[in-house]
């Protein structure tokens, strides 16, 4: 499998424009969810109706791209219908493949809809042969979205004991949690990104001056102040400035976002199939330039040329770039 085929730029769209976006920017595939629970970007403004999924296929596909719709949510208990739903009418609307981590939901697509291809969610959080394997032989799991955790020999490792397609994130946000599995937003707004879809929902978030300095809050949690001048961060506990100790900091995780842009040849090598770009809940700019920028560097590379950098900063959390664990230098 390794540097055997062109590797796959997977994007992401929470609206038609931003589809729109990704598919003339040179996405391969689009991935994105319907307006509801079911997904985990369920934010207001955001995502598609059942009609709107079906047009915007309809356009997808004459242009050669693909799409995958996210149902990574874990259903309610006892009310697995939204969820059962969703899988159903992804197979009956013809998406190229639907993306799962609930094991009950990758249960019932299997059983119900065996001709629709499932890919299996980060939010799964398989990272190893075993449990990949697992769902490979369970659910007929075609590719696995692989956690943010693993460095590139470990991903070329895992991939020469596993028969199933690998993707990686190479742009975006990244989550101090088990890849969305937080509880930190339902402390405070009683909504979780595990079951309603959302982190830090925009009817808690409140931004107030204070002088000269613009204050975060979510609920009645302050969560950051920033002087002036300063980029104002969206608040979510995990990226909050806290004191601790007598000192101010990030105490979970500073704001910087993910670019593996520089390492798309050592991704190739490690027999990586996918190329995901994180953000969902961006606007079609930040769509155009990410996904513009993702697949002139692929195309250069496929030419056996050396990839020019793009400056990506102004697009990136705090406008710091890392490129997380792919380079771990920790143990």
């Avoid at 729109?20 to 995502?47: E, H, I, M, Q, W």
Wanted: proline share 5%; net charge negative; aromatic share 8%.
């Amino acid at each position: 499998m390794t540097g055997a085929a062109a590797m796959e730029l997977v994007c992401p769209a929470g609206t038609p424009a931003s589809l729109k976006a990704a598919v003339a920017s040179g996405a391969d595939a689009v991935y994105l969810g319907f307006r509801d629970d079911t997904n985990a970007r369920n934010f207001p403004g955001l995502n598609f109706s059942r009609a709107e999924l079906e047009e915007n296929l309809d356009y997808a596909h004459g242009r050669g791209c693909k799409i995958f719709l996210a149902v990574n949510t874990f259903p309610a208990a006892g009310d697995p219908g939204p969820w059962h739903r969703a899988v159903d009418d992804a197979a009956a609307l013809g998406v190229d493949a639907i993306i799962v981590a609930d094991i009950g939901l990758a249960d019932y697509a299997t059983r119900k809809h065996p001709n629709l291809r499932r890919h299996l969610s980060v939010q799964a959080s398989a990272s190893n042969p075993e449990s990949i394997r697992f769902y490979q032989r369970s659910f007929g799991v075609k590719r696995v979205v692989l956690p943010r955790v693993l460095t590139i020999p470990e991903i070329a490792a895992l991939n020469r004991e596993i028969e199933v397609e690998t993707e990686v994130f190479v742009f975006g946000g990244l989550c101090v949690m088990a890849e969305g599995r937080c509880s930190l937003s339902s402390y405070v707004t009683g909504q979780s990104p595990n079951t309603n879809g959302v982190c830090s929902p925009a009817s808690h978030v409140q931004y107030t001056s204070e002088g000269d300095r613009l204050i975060s809050r979510l609920g009645d949690f302050t969560i950051n102040a920033f002087e002036e001048g300063e980029p104002a961060g969206y608040p979510t506990l995990c990226k909050g400035r806290f004191c601790a100790g007598g000192k101010t900091s990030y105490l979970f995780e500073e704001p910087t976002s993910l670019n593996a842009i520089g390492l798309l040849s050592e991704l190739r090598e490690a027999g990586v199939t996918g190329l995901k770009i994180e953000g969902r809940q961006r606007g079609k700019a930040y769509i155009a330039k990410v996904v513009k920028s993702f697949r002139d560097a692929i195309d250069a590379m496929e030419r056996g040329e050396v990839i020019a950098p793009a400056d990506l900063s102004s697009l990136t959390e705090g406008g710091e770039n890392t490129t997380g664990a792919y380079e771990r230098a920790w143990r």
